[in-house]
């Protein structure tokens, strides 16, 4: 029922799943992926911040998480996007603890439709966002819309583990075990999330899978596109570089 609600408002379904959590994000974020996230992050932000870019753009910046270890690991000014106002509120909340509020902006918006010029940042990354859009497609043509030629973009997701002892495992632990913890360490909203999340990734994959992903990438004008899967598949990072070259812009 959830996951077929998610499908049909998207966005309307993402902004209630996580209104009860922005405080809490980061640790969820943490026990849903069995303590991987951090480091499922910077395996994302590693070309990014190799590529020396001096703006960048991260979409579904939730509390700011992200956006705060991009400002650790580069010199760039970031600019952080999300359509929940109350994580945003965290995570203005987070960057001004972290001293950072002079290079971390933040805002309110959908990366479906993004309110920016082509061409605007330098590089560009984007974290649990394609399973809260209709059209994961035509998001990606959005995201590369606004990086400019050369730019890297970059993405986690939750993935399926395509081992299938590994699968077994994670569906009893995505089923059974998660939306329980979830309940006795976070009460009703971290079980609802909980709850939520496995079917959630499952039926993303069988939907888009992951050669529908690289495809999507492609053409999107991102070249260059590689892939890891994280934790025995549990994650995906994903990233590559915007097609033409950064000198004529």
Known sequence: MRVAESRRQPNQFARRLFSGLPDRYDRLAE???LGQNRRWRRAMIDPVAASHPASVLDVATGPAGVALQIAA?????V?????SRDMLQAGVSSVAEHGQAGRIALLIGRGEELPFADATFDALTFTYLLRYVSDP??????LARVVRPGGVVANLEFHV?????????????????LPAAGLVTGGREWYRVGRFLGPSISEHYRR???????????DAGIEDVEYRLMSLGGGLVMWGRKAGDRSVV
């Open 31 to 33: 026990i849903l992926s």
């Open 73 to 77: 690991r580069t010199g760039a000014r």
């Open 79 to 83: 600019t952080g996007i999300d359509l």
């Open 137 to 142: 497609a035509a998001t990606v043509r959005e």
């Open 161 to 177: 583990p395509p081992n299938p002892l590994w699968r077994a495992a994670w569906v009893l632990f995505t089923r059974v075990i």
């Open 208 to 218: 888009y899978p992951l050669s529908d992903h690289l495809a999507a990438w492609w």
